[in-house]
């Protein structure tokens, strides 16, 4: 069965930087892209972009662009997603999603949070 | 950018009645090559990811109960749950990926 892991919560600094994961099982990884979706505290869903695991290539939202970096390590079906210059309002569960060409995401991971508390 | 408005922000159903949730793009999400509308519904509950209800505005996903359905193309969408079950209370989100950056509603939290 289709599943996506992700790695353990987080807490950061204000300008640090996170590092976090999604392992892909159950499935052909190279075969589907990979979504990052973010959700703040008591807030709604935010795009962050995605990264086909079988080229490498990336479309980020413009909102992250020059703080966000995705990399796939096919080895080992894991996909990672840095974000840089953490400041508070990166404090959100981060989502991994696995996305199809009809716009389903039927497969997510459990979400990871990113605290950035000084 | 593609703006999603979802309506209401809120909505209280009795047990059993019919919901009706819109949803609302600042473009059209419908393709001119294959005519579909990139356009999901997602239902969310607190600590859970979203899990997806429906896809191409009206394809309902496999294992989600028949009383949801989707409607709508173009610009215009509508979810529709026929008999509003006590499971159904969460907070549910469109979707449009038909242009990045994909872009999603505000929600509509859907009580009983």
């Known amino acids: 069965q289709v599943q996506l892991v992700q790695s353990g919560a987080e807490v950061k600094k204000p300008g640090a930087s996170v590092k976090v994961s999604c392992k892909a099982s159950?499935?052909?990884?190279?075969?589907?892209?990979i979504h990052w979706v973010r959700q703040a505290p008591g807030q709604g869903l935010e795009w962050m972009g995605w990264?086909?695991?079988?080229?490498?290539?990336?479309n980020y939202a413009q909102n992250f662009q020059g703080r966000v970096t995705m990399t796939r390590d096919t080895s080992i079906t894991t996909v990672y997603m840095e974000l840089s210059g953490l400041r508070s309002d990166d404090t959100a569960v981060y989502y991994c999603?696995?996305?199809?060409?009809?716009?389903?995401?039927?497969?997510w991971g459990q979400g990871i949070l990113v605290t950035v508390s000084s | 950018d593609i703006v999603m408005t979802q309506s209401p922000d809120s909505l209280a159903v009795s047990l059993g009645e019919r919901a009706t949730i819109n949803c609302k793009s600042s473009q059209s999400v419908l393709s001119s090559s294959n005519n579909k509308n990139y356009l999901a519904w997602y239902q969310q509950k607190p600590g859970q990811p979203p899990r997806l209800l429906i896809y191409w505005a009206s394809t309902r996903e496999s294992g989600v109960p028949d009383r949801f359905s989707g409607s709508g193309s173009g610009t215009d969408f509508t979810l529709t749950i026929s008999s509003l079950q006590a499971e159904d209370v969460a907070v549910y989100y469109c979707?449009?990926?038909?242009?990045?950056?994909?872009?999603f509603g505000q929600g509509t939290k859907l009580e009983i």
């Open positions: 159950g499935y052909t990884f190279t075969a589907y892209y």
């Open positions: 999603t696995r996305g199809e060409n009809t716009g389903r995401k039927a497969y």
């Open positions: 990264i086909n695991p079988d080229s490498g290539g990336t």
């Open positions: 979707q449009q990926s038909y242009r990045t950056p994909e872009t």
